[in-house]
């Protein structure tokens, strides 16, 4: 195995320094210019070959990749041999990073604007400034507000944060200024509908980590497993892994469209939109009535006779329970009725394939229900969660080998100051607990955790108050928010600090740019996204000298911090710069060196990664275990699994949420819930907005990037290959349905909504849901660089309503219906 790595090694190593030469031009079909030619900096460097360790940054995996660097110049990235997740590998966006770099529309270094109206079609007229004027400019502003005693209407809104280096100091940035918003999270426009639904039922408010390897069985409920599910490049890995084992891991598939997934899976449902949850309880229906339930896990009756038949009650003291909670009541309030039948009626999916599906699912072990935003992105999306997740119960699936559990924490060290010893009376005054602007935890919205959609209407209503200043990492809501327009016209009175590397909408209306390195220029640290359980953390080493004026994000909150008043100013003159951040946390290793022999900052950024296997904790036919350094031996109380493991209010897996019935009230009120019934994960219809009468679903493509691969070329002409899309992305229409509204293939159509049209290439394919639109949210773009500009179709957060699920607050990107015509 060693040779083979080092023959890896060096073939890579003589492929890519043999490439070396000369600037990168793209040509062919698209018509795309040669970039602009290196600038002295991108010159720099001495002759040979460095190979350097870095994190992917196209996506949240955090893949860890070699990047190949000679005469001063990137020109190779591959998948890091020695990263668990990279396995050496890398997907078809990993390569792209080169043009991340060498982006000819990249800021080159902070600018100011000069002319005070924002609009789409106002030019900013940036003019070049300092770094020392930048700062100046943001601390004195700062300063003005906490000054007046108005700190909270700053607000800090982070996309992707990669860790205690960048948007890991908000935290202390926000106790230390006195504003609630410090950490304004893009997760309520991502998939915080699943955590939510397992913070309902298992307790832990937080994607699952799975066990691929040993599974024998998945059913996936819309998570685009082979095009964006993360961590994708390992995704494909296991995906080989697991169809060529023995036994084979047999794999059910629910979508809306025949995706690279349905078609790769051993059987593919159709479902309609928004009605995962029946199908849930129509498989936990059969699992129940037939007796295919795990019973070391969740329980038996006492008499040992199934008493779970369609259509009766059951008394809810004859089912001893072990690990889970209100399985009688649940059968009794819900399940005994969501018969197969039912289901098909619901889902328009056969009986018979629903009944095949849940004895499939009910007789193998070990299998796992897994899910993201296809059943989530709902107003009922919590509740679909939950139904889903309560199979995993049922299959004894929950720490189990084969199975998933939760994401260990990395045993990072200390910082160097305290940020508790430097809050002066301002930042301790019970005046600066004040409402969020985007009022999660309200009572508005008392059960979410961040709702960055909510906060340009809410600045727009003055609820609770008006912003002053707001400050962008890693997101451009006015491109990816629904209903985008809102944000527009809320940023036009607001002081905006955009910190992109490129030129984006949000940009567009900055009254500072401040532009960050690229992750191939950058020293980051970043703990893995829930993966295998076990700790993992990686480090980006810099590559090149970065090629302009730019600066590490987490360097700018500390030379803002260090020109404010005061023991704040102090705590970040103590700080000082974020390699020394990384360098205190790296000290957590001394007394726990990784498995691959990383001790310190030097071995890390010598190895790129730092793990320690195995996960800590499994769950064996009913007991819980926990590792004692040589095998899972300890066995663990109840107290221990409710402290670690199952944090729910009774310690156990919840068929009746605790967590949910302490807003009866509130979810009544939103979603029409009984109060006794608020509890049981259940089926409700969702609320459909748009007015029209198809759905219209975006899902993300394997090249979309986070929405960053706008202005790459190759990943543009790469975004839909199953359809044939390369300068364009088609809208996916059914022949019948197209046919039936006069709309040809290939033609120009517009879709319509309550909010506004857009138009769209169509595209016949007889594999989508005739009652269904698919059009992935890739371009529409009226900034953020030349190849992204004005490129159709339309941007369909522009006709998406601002609707949210109430008790996770996920937007609601898959619940709009729209009309559609030829144009």
């Not at 990047?67 to 591959?78: E, L, S």
């Not at 041999?81 to 050496?88: K, L, M, Q, R, S």
């Not at 890995?237 to 169809?243: E, F, I, L, V």
């Not at 009984?674 to 198809?694: C, E, N, S």
Request: proline share 6%.
């Amino acid at each position: 195995m060693k040779l083979l790595e080092n023959m890896i090694t060096r073939r890579r190593f003589l492929q890519a320094s043999g490439a070396a030469a000369g600037t990168a031009a793209v040509s062919g079909g698209l018509g795309y210019a040669t970039l602009a030619p290196m600038s002295e900096a991108q010159a720099q460097g001495g002759g040979g070959t460095t190979i350097t360790k870095n994190i992917c940054g196209q996506c949240p995996a955090r893949c860890g990749i070699d990047v190949y660097t000679t005469n001063g110049r990137v020109h190779a990235i591959y998948g890091d041999p020695g990263n668990p997740i990279a396995n050496g590998k890398l997907c078809p966006k990993g390569h792209l990073g080169t043009y991340f770099l060498y982006d000819a529309d990249r800021f080159k270094g902070p600018m100011k604007r000069t002319n005070p109206k924002k609009g789409r079609n106002e030019d900013p007229k940036f003019v070049p400034i300092s770094w020392d004027e930048a700062f100046d400019t943001v601390a004195k502003r700062l300063q003005t507000l906490r000054d007046k005693g108005e700190s909270h209407r700053l607000a800090h809104f982070y996309g992707r944060g990669w860790g205690p280096s960048d948007a890991g100091l908000y935290g202390d940035f926000g106790k230390l200024y006195g504003t609630p918003n410090s950490a304004i999270g893009h997760a309520s426009l991502c998939a915080e509908g699943s955590k939510r639904a397992k913070q309902a039922t298992d307790g832990n408010n937080s994607y699952n980590a799975y066990d691929y390897h040993n599974t024998n069985y998945i059913l996936n409920f819309g998570a685009g497993f082979l095009e964006a599910f993360r961590p994708y490049n390992y995704l494909m890995q296991a995906w080989g892994h697991m169809r060529t084992k023995s036994p084979k891991t047999r794999i059910t598939s629910i979508d809306v469209r025949m995706s690279t997934t349905m078609a790769a899976s051993d059987r593919a449902l159709m479902i309609k939109p928004a009605t995962d949850a029946a199908l849930a309880l129509a498989v936990a229906h059969v699992m129940l009535v037939e007796g295919l339930w795990d019973k070391e896990f969740v329980g038996d009756f006492k008499d040992g006779l199934n008493l779970f038949k369609s259509g009766q009650d059951v008394p809810e003291n004859s089912f001893a329970e072990r690990w889970t909670h209100g399985i009688a009541g649940w059968w009794n309030a819900v399940v005994k009725n969501a018969t197969p039948k039912w289901a098909a009626e619901i889902t328009t999916l056969a009986e018979a394939d629903i009944v095949a599906v849940a004895r499939e699912f009910g007789t193998t072990r070990p299998a796992m229900a897994i899910m993201e935003r296809g059943p989530t992105a709902h107003t009922n999306g919590t509740y679909a969660g939950m139904c889903i997740h309560s199979l995993n119960a049922l299959a004894g699936t929950m720490f189990a080998k084969g199975g998933m559990f939760y994401q260990m924490g990395v045993p990072y060290g200390g910082l160097p100051v305290k940020s508790e010893d430097f809050m002066d009376d301002y930042a301790k005054s019970p005046d600066r607990k004040k409402p969020r602007i985007d009022l999660a935890g309200s009572a508005d919205w008392p059960m979410t955790g961040t709702m960055m959609q909510e906060c340009a209407k809410n600045h727009l209503a003055g609820k609770p108050y008006k912003l002053d200043t707001a400050m962008f990492f890693y997101t451009n809501p006015i491109f990816t928010a629904p209903d985008a327009k809102v944000w527009e016209e809320a940023l036009k009175d607001v002081f905006v600090i955009d910190t992109s590397p490129f030129p984006g909408e949000t940009a567009m209306y900055a009254d500072i740019v401040m532009p960050e390195h690229t992750y191939l220029e950058r020293l980051q640290d970043s703990p893995t996204y829930p993966f295998e359980g076990w700790p993992m953390t990686a480090l980006r080493v810099p590559a090149i000298k970065p090629l302009y004026d730019t600066k590490h994000f987490g360097d700018m909150i500390i030379e803002i911090g260090k020109r404010m008043q005061g023991p704040m100013g102090d705590y970040y003159k103590a700080l000082g710069n974020t390699e020394n951040v990384i360098r205190a946390r790296a000290k957590g290793f001394e007394a726990n060196p990784g498995d691959n022999g990383v001790k310190d900052f030097e071995t890390w950024k010598e190895k790129g990664v730092w793990y320690r296997k195995p996960y800590h904790w499994r769950q064996h036919r009913g007991e819980f275990y926990e590792w004692d350094g040589s095998d899972y031996r300890k066995k663990m109380t109840a107290d221990d699994v409710k402290a670690k493991l199952l944090k729910t209010p009774s310690g156990k897996f919840e068929f009746k949420s605790g967590f949910l019935e302490k807003h009866a009230e509130y979810i009544q009120r939103t979603l029409g819930v009984a109060p006794d019934r608020v509890g049981f994960p259940q089926y409700i219809p969702a609320k459909h907005t748009g007015g029209g009468d198809l759905h219209l679903v975006t899902p993300k493509t394997a090249m979309h990037a986070e929405g960053r691969g706008a202005n790459l070329p190759h990943a543009i002409a790469l975004a839909q290959p199953s359809m044939g899309g390369k300068t364009t992305v088609y809208l996916e229409i059914h022949p019948e349905t197209a046919k039936k509204r006069g709309i040809k293939n290939n033609g120009r159509v517009r879709l319509k909504a309550k909010l506004g049209t857009i138009e769209a290439i169509a595209r016949y394919s007889p594999a989508t849901r005739p009652d269904t639109l698919i059009l992935p949210q890739e371009h529409g773009h009226w900034a953020q660089g030349r190849w992204a500009k004005d490129r159709r179709p339309g941007n369909t957060s522009d006709i998406c309503d601002n609707v949210s699920d109430p008790i996770s607050g996920l937007a609601c990107y898959y619940t709009g219906k729209v009309t559609i015509e030829a144009a």
